[in-house]
């Protein structure tokens, strides 16, 4: 009997979890025809809105974009999760790149530099380190 | 390149980062995922040259730069031990905190060459952006080296409680927020430092009361404060892949904060005041009976689970810190070969950071499909014979599921006292990280195996060769 119940609740939770992901892929492609239409709208930034604006926007959908992929990362992969956030967050080299390659100030290079070091070290050293332990995760053999 | 081709480019290299994170949905898709990532990098690092385009000296500047940064990382990434990527990450995010510091002040000191204007007239936006994103940089920073200390063992784990420490915190929270304005309207330098300096201070005093227990959430928390530095300095740099970047980065640390408090039944708030966990002192459930402990050989252990016909193992931090892990597999094997179903069960809050266990077990080989989730496994001890808990401590505490009195009363737990045996290879009879008194090892059916958990995993293999 007990095993009865647990099959129905198990049954219950199946329908559950199908309907939750029904209700994400929903979502998920609201997001992404959201994401589309901020961007072409960002096309006419010369229309007065400040360009500020349309960053925001692309932010806020951003944080709504993260918020379901990495729900949708298994348990599992959270540790190489974190290393790979680490490594894309490294983009910020752009502005050391700047820095260092323009700014007439020799104390801006020196800062840049240093940055550009620093983004370094978590470009190479992060997405290396992930794609090492990725390597690792492997399936029953046979 | 025109600045339109630039920034469609820079889109394109954040989608590639979204796609990074879309592939770690399955094991098998996220080598591929990973790879977009770096597709991604490259792009972006491709086009901000090219739409520099800088002088002969400045290139080889960068060269150099990339080259020193770039061989240290990759060393550091082909040496570190798996065992250590905890304290690794802490770093990492250490780094990314100083390196957004280090970007604001160069905008700060050459804001033409990020085309936000002259110095002295930066405009008003750009610099409230600038002092958000270095004050988080500056946060960051000091808070994952103290996470890095306290992980690595340079530093103890017990929390450090000043007093009045959140009057402090919430003085400098009012003081950095007067800054920040105040910066903004006169984009005077040595305000800009007084941030930093402040930001700084302040990341140190937000981690020191946190202890050990709690640093899954710590780690997960300084990632997403890297995210959101990296987007304040996108938005001053009007980089829409900074931008997306760091947005994603947010929202996953502060999902996988979320994750690890549930894991624990606790609030954000409470962890983020800290000075749970490193104190020792009795807590909870005085009297149960007879305090006696039943403990067991490793040949006993060795004849229970070579009789058993299902075993699932609970690894925990401890495994992490005796090396465990590829002993472990190998009595896995042994046991598999005479006909024993093997399964590991792993809590969502085992080790010092979110999905520490699943990547030592798949250092030493284990299939990742022999590994299960509390959620998943948790109905299923009630079905085995031998439950084998090894370096796990309070996520096994039957005190979390009917001890109201208990600290960690409302804390998922995985049911090991529900298998028929309860194997319990643990150093001593200490307590675990909570400092709390594990109820389990007083169960008729716990025998406690007490040895270094690498040695007690070993001299079970050599029994299960007799």
Redesign the interface.
Known sequence: MASDTARDTLQRLNEAGAAIRDARTGVERMIGEGVGDATAAAGHAATGVDPFVFHFAIFILAIFVGYYVVWSVTPALHTPLMSVTNAISSVIVVGALLAVGLSASGLATGFGFVALILASVNIFGGFLVTQRMLGMYKKKSK | MSESTA?FL??V??VL??L???G?????T??Q??MM??V??AI??L???FL????FG??A??VV??A???????I???R?A?TA?PQ??AA??S??G???V??A??????P???GIGAIGAIHG?ALVEMSIGVAIGAITFTGSVIAFLKLDGRMSGKPIMLPQRHAINIALGVLLVVLVVWFAATESHALFWLVVLVSLALGVLLIIPIGGADMPVV??ML?SY??WA??G???T?????????????????A??SY?MCKGMNRSFISVILGGFGGESGPAGGEDMGDRTIKQGSAEDAAYLMANASKVIIVPGYGMAVAQAQHALREMADKLKEEGVEVKYA?H?VAGR????M??LL??A?V?????F?LEDIN?EFSQSDVAFVIGANDVTNPAARDDKTSPIYGMPILNVDQAQTCLFVKRSLGSGYAGIDNTLFYKDNTMMLLADAKKMVEDIVKALDR
């Open positions: 920034a820079y889109l290299s954040g980062f979204i990074a994170l879309r770690l949905s399955h094991p098998t996220s080598r995922g990973n990532g770096m991604g990098m972006a690092i086009t901000t040259l520099a385009g800088p002088s400045g290139f500047l960068i730069g990339i020193i940064g770039g061989t240290a990382g990759a550091i990434a082909r570190i798996m990527m690794l990450v990492f995010h780094l990314v100083l390196a957004a280090m970007v002040a160069a905008a700060l000191y050459a033409e060459s990020m936006q780690v997960s990632n890297s995210g990296a987007a300095i996108g938005f740099l009007q980089n829409l892949a900074l931008i997306i970047t760091g947005a994603l980065v947010g929202s996953s640390g999902i996988l994750i792993i969502p950071m979110p999905g520490h699943n990547v798949a250092e080989n299939p990742y499909d022999d590994v989730e109905s």
